[in-house]
């Protein structure tokens, strides 16, 4: 088998394909076996492991690395949300991160010859008090001193742009929106393989059905971790496991600042195009998008306790519908088709970590709370350059372990600090 | 998802607020150090199975209740007053 086996994906090539009974199509990363021993062990076959396997291979020139995943490719969050792309937050920590992510997503398919199907349609959130209001337009323009864009939208713009809202709801009446022109979506699992094929034809071995069952720590060197495939050693390993980060830490004698909470989601029968934009309630937990398959796809909050069962109770599902009713009464005729629920690693600041650990070698990524997606890119990116050159990368040298022990919390999203699902 | 509070009985998961890991039933002293009180504070164990946590019933009787639930099957095992819990590990 080689790592030179990849064929690039162009118009032409598909043409090609289809005239020829689509026969020369092959697989887009390998198979392999665990070799004994890498540089760099990756925990995760996630958005933010493949991607990380990637930018290693690719910007770093460091190929002897192995993702490890307990399932397939793809099979966890990464493939289980709502698909949001945003760089929209106010806080400095988060700002210059999400800023940074934003740009990878805007490069992505050209740098991985991969249709990820990156649409950027726009986020508004709306606002419904004269409070929120002013949050808004503080926030807006944190945005923009970031280099990132964002546009206040009265009620009149947004009635134009936005005509099936109820604008005069008794209750919460829509006092104007929030505009991220270049916010959106994208296709998820499409990142996910996106990335795997990236990092697969550089020489990064994928490694599915590998559970890793211990990490082997020896005088505060990690050495290598226990897999249900046999050990395998490493000079460095990256726990990259999301909803399942505890668990890993827990395999080094360490416990994290999260707590694993499900939050659902939602889609309906596919519709025609009638929703152009990602639109978030502010009044209310909903926010909602159209699938390029016409579905609506909408979420709402937490389920409010820790969970590891990926799938939500009714009061969550009611409350969303509601919601979702009060600002928009349109969708009320559709049908909801599915509904599924993720594991979301929740940090008591609702920002992520990016660090190294007291373990020499042994690093984490975790604390992505529900906004683990739209960081994929920048998510890998920093953590091939913390493990590839012992240096926090700029756009993510707040994200520290111990920042909650020093009270430098990064408190964004409504965060308190020391309650985890509380943002 | 019900939950039987030791003073109403069997409610609706609806009436009771989630608080988080039982961790108050056993809080550091004030002088404890900044590495227990960050330990307090931040630190989970946040296990993939039995889990000791804090719930309010806030639309009921008001009592606080530490609930043993599993976390993967949601299956709930015990439920305790937090002041009985409280007493008993004092």
Known sequence: ?423 | MRIECPICGSRDRREFYYQGAAVAVARPAPDAGAEAWDDYVHLRDNPAGWHDELWHHEAGCGAWVVVTRNLTTHEIRDVQLAQSVKEASA
């Not at chain 1, 195009?273 to 709402?300: M, R, T």
């Open chain 1, 1 to 423: 088998m080689t790592v030179g086996m990849q064929m690039r994906f162009s118009a032409l090539k598909i043409l090609a394909e289809g005239l020829t009974g689509n026969k020369g199509w092959t697989a887009h990363w390998r198979d392999p076996q665990p070799k004994p021993e890498y540089d760099i062990v990756i925990i995760g076959g996630g958005g933010h492991g493949l991607s990380c396997a990637h930018y290693l291979a690719k910007e770093h020139g460091i190929t002897n690395v192995a993702v490890l995943e307990k399932g397939y490719l793809g099979g966890g969050n990464v493939g289980r949300n709502t698909t949001i792309v945003r760089a929209n937050y106010g806080l400095s920590g988060n700002s210059e991160f999400y800023s940074h992510s934003l740009k990878l997503w805007e490069g992505l398919e050209q740098d991985l010859n991969y249709n990820v199907m990156l649409s950027q349609r726009g986020i508004i959130n709306l606002c419904h008090s004269d409070g929120q209001r002013d949050a808004f337009i503080r926030r807006g323009n944190a945005m923009v001193n970031q280099g990132d864009d964002a546009i206040f939208l009265t009620p009149d713009a947004l009635q134009k742009m936005l005509p099936f809202l109820d604008y005069e709801q008794s209750r919460f009446p829509i006092f104007g929106g929030l505009y991220h022109p270049r916010g959106g979506t994208a296709r998820h699992d499409a990142v996910a393989w996106g990335y795997a094929r990236g990092a697969s034809s550089r020489g990064v071995d994928l490694i599915q059905q590998c559970e890793v069952t211990g990490i082997d720590v020896s005088e505060g060197k990690v050495t290598g971790v226990q897999t249900t495939r046999g050990p395998i050693r490493a000079k460095k390993v990256a726990m990259m496991g999301a909803g399942r980060s505890s668990q890993l830490a827990e395999m080094a004698g360490m416990r994290l600042p999260v707590e694993s909470h499900v939050l659902q989601a939602f889609v309906t029968e596919g519709l025609k195009p009638c929703i152009d934009h990602v639109i978030s309630y502010g009044a209310g937990h909903f926010y909602i998008s159209q699938s390029d398959k016409g579905g609506l796809v909408f979420g709402g909050d937490l389920d409010m306790y820790a969970s590891y069962a990926a799938r939500g109770n009714l009061p969550m599902v009611e409350h969303v519908a509601e919601a979702g009713m009060t600002l928009m009464p349109m969708i009320g005729k559709a049908k909801m088709l599915r509904s599924w629920g993720g594991i979301m690693d929740m940090s008591s600041d609702g920002s992520p970590i990016i660090d190294r650990t007291h373990i020499d070698g042994l690093h984490v990524s975790c604390g992505w709370c529900y906004g683990g997606f739209k960081a994929v890119p920048a998510g890998g990116h920093v953590m091939a350059h913390l493990l590839a050159t012992g240096q926090h990368h700029p756009a993510a040298a707040k994200f520290r372990l111990d920042r909650f022990r020093s009270g430098r919390g990064i408190m964004d999203e409504e965060a308190t600090g020391s309650q985890h699902n509380l943002h």
